[in-house]
């Protein structure tokens, strides 16, 4: 399975930008489709996820309210979308797939090469 992660970009602060995620083919493995950001300096962490199946969702704190993601199942997708974005959320953004509802990385088998995003202030 291949997933391939588009829409990062530059933007300001306050700004928004949508991103999307596709894999390549469709499979049982993969139930949860998610993401996952990686600031420099920093580790890899959590920041939104969702069972494909009934559209159950899980967001990392710092993101509530201002981030939204979505899954098209006719398309095999995912998509990201961030709203009032700060400088804080600047990143490699990574989408992942696997069988399980869940904020830790190591639960998710497939991951994708990373989309960056830069939030300027």
């Known amino acids: 399975v291949q997933l391939q992660a588009s829409g990062g970009g530059l933007v300001q602060a306050g700004g928004s930008l949508r991103l999307s995620c596709e894999a390549s083919?469709?499979?049982?493995?993969?139930?949860?489709m998610g993401w996952f950001r990686q600031a420099p300096g920093k580790e890899r962490e959590f920041v939104a996820a969702i069972r494909r199946s009934g559209g159950s969702t899980i967001y990392a704190d710092p993101v509530k309210g201002r981030f939204t993601i979505s899954s098209d199942n006719a398309k095999n997708s995912v998509n990201l979308q961030m709203n009032s974005l700060k400088s804080e959320d600047t990143a490699v953004y990574y989408c992942?797939?696997?069988?399980?509802?869940?904020?830790?990385?190591?639960?998710?088998?497939?991951w994708g090469q990373g989309t960056l995003v830069t939030v300027s202030s």
């Open positions: 992942a797939a696997g069988p399980r509802l869940s904020p830790r990385a190591m639960d998710y088998a497939y």
């Open positions: 083919l469709q499979t049982f493995s993969i139930y949860v």
